[in-house]
Each structure stands twice: as C-alpha cells, then as structure tokens.
C-alpha cells in the first residue's frame, strides 16, 4: 500500500502547509517544522505527496505559494529543479523574497490514473544562514512554503476566428486582421481563450471597437484596477497579451512590458505592434509629425531592445519580427499622412526559465 492511500484527498482550496490538519493530507520530508508564515525546505531535496479526490483528463494545476530565502550580495536566487511523479517539469528561478504563488501545470502523463501526487524539488542552492554570517540558523535554506492547492486543466481552446474577418477591431489593427487570419499569425501566436488588448480603445469612438479576439478583455486607462501599467490580473492567468499602436504613448514602457509578461503563462505569447520610425514618423526622433502624445519613435533594432532591457534573459524567446508594410504608399512624401501599413511586429513567446544562468 502507498504511504498516500491513507491520506484525505487534498481540496482545491487547498491546505496550509503550517496548519495542525496538514498531517492528514500530505506525506512530507526535507521540511522544517512549521512556523508562523509556512516550513521551510531544509536540504537539496524535499518531497511533498499527496492525493487527489481523482485524476482529471486534462491534467491539474497546482499552485505553491512561496518565497525564495535571498539575501541582498549573498543569496541572489534559489534554482529549483521540479518532478511530478518522476516526469521533470520545467525549473524554476526564484529571487523574490515576498511570498507569491507560483503554478505547477501538470499533464495527464504525469498523474495517473489513482490521482496520486509526489511533488520532488531539487533545490542546489540552499544555504546555511550561519555559515554566511546572517544568523545561528544552521538548516539549508531555499524556499519558504505556505499553502498548496490545485484545479483542473482544463482544454484551452484559441478563440474562433470563423466568420471574424469583418471583426471591428482598432483602426490600425484591422488593416491585416484578415490578412493574419489567412497566413495563420493568429492560430499561431494566440493558443487560448485568456486574451488582455492593451490600449484596443485607441481614437475610436467609446463602442465603435471590440477587443482583437472573441472573448478577449480590452484594456484601456479606464479599466478598474489599471494604471497604465499594473495590470489587475494575477499572475501566468493569460495566454496572449496584445498591445496595437500602444507602446509608444507609455511613459514607463520597460515596466509595462514587465507587466505585459508577468500576467503570461509559460507558453503564451505577447504580441506588440508599433510605429514605425522608416515608415510612419520618417523621422527618428519625436516629435512626431502625426501624434504629439508619442514618447519614443521606433525601429526593429531599439523595439527589441527595450525587451531586452525590461525581461530577464531566457525568460522568453523572439518568435516574430518583422516591418508590416502592405499596402503603404512609398511615393507620398514625408510631409504627407501615410497610408497603408506602417508598424513593426514583435512576438515574444514567455518561457519557463532553465536551472542555469547566463554567464559574464
């Protein structure tokens, strides 16, 4: 008999892993005894089995609210090496020192069919306290654990783009909204229902446009909760966030792209579509001819780089870069309006970062 078939099956809401009723849920071992704000892993290794009430089809997600132990010019992260059940899943890094949640999706394969559970860390960069001169503490740290839950994962299904070609979306974006459903950009780059238009509003007239997918939330500075930066959703809850013509109004633009990544799951995407400085401004600095609310003008070299700069490297992948010029009239001059299609298109596709940094 496993030692988990005795276990109550673990509710979605889940269980603190310092509460007196844990014993009856989990087996556990590499954990401290519980404190006031969770257990701490004590060692490389730390199992956490459990079971569930069955086994979905389509797999579980399971949420770990944690905090890594840092400490500023000693401990700059803890590096996490995750198995569900023996199938490796993606690594994780974690800096942070405020307790977050953090999602473990797990696939059928990885289940069962008795619903199962034995979460493995591997954690290679515990410390002792002591040894660093930051305390008596002798135990190997590496993550503080306070509460775990799970929910099914259900099949994420892309929006249906059947009979959307006419779709009223922003001005600039139906210019080769048909034109992307036909090359198949969309399917490509937008793989689930979970969809955030950043700025979709733009001039139009409040009601005169809809979001650029079915089902998709637009986000304007009216949004309850949203400031032009922080977006009111939690994090990994989207599957792509889009952003036409929006960029370059944003003041702090590093910090939006911070946060345009934040609230996307691994595997999702976002796409970004700007101005271009060859084609719409033909100029390289604002003030711009056209919009004096634009901040910055834009090429493909200086868009990626404020990428580079905002994100941490290997936490995404450049999956599409390219100047949309379809349609544009190349013998108007610079002191007349554009026509056509004048924008640079980014895709960054979010990644589950790798168990190694980069080097100098």
Known sequence: MSDTDALLPLPPAGIALNSPDMAGYFVCSGLSRPEQHGRWTDGEHVRIAFRLPDSPPGGVVLTLELLGYVARGRVAEQRVMVRVNGHRLPSWIVMDSALRPRNVEIPPAALGPTGRVELDLHIPTCVQPARLGLGGDMRYLG??????????LAARRPP???????????????????AKIDSGFWTRFITGPDVLDIGFQGYGEPGSVVPIMPGAIGIDIDYPGYDGHTLPF??????????????????DHLRAIQEWHRVLRVGGHIITVVPSAHLYERRWRVPSRWNSDHRRTYTPTTLLAEFEAALRPNTYRVRHLAENDAGYRYDLPPDIHPEGCHEIELVVEKIAPPGWRMGE
Do not use: M
């Not at 993550?143 to 099914?152: D, E, G, M």
């Not at 249906?160 to 909204?177: N, Q, Y």
């Not at 939690?234 to 003041?251: F, G, K, R, T």
């Open 234 to 251: 939690a994090n990994a809850s989207q599957d792509a966030v889009y952003s036409s013509h929006c960029l370059e109004h944003i003041a």
């Open 160 to 178: 249906d783009l059947s009979g959307e070609r006419d779709r009223k979306v922003g001005r600039e974006s139906l210019k080769s909204f048909a």
């Open 143 to 152: 993550l503080l654990l306070r509460r775990l839950a799970w929910q099914p």
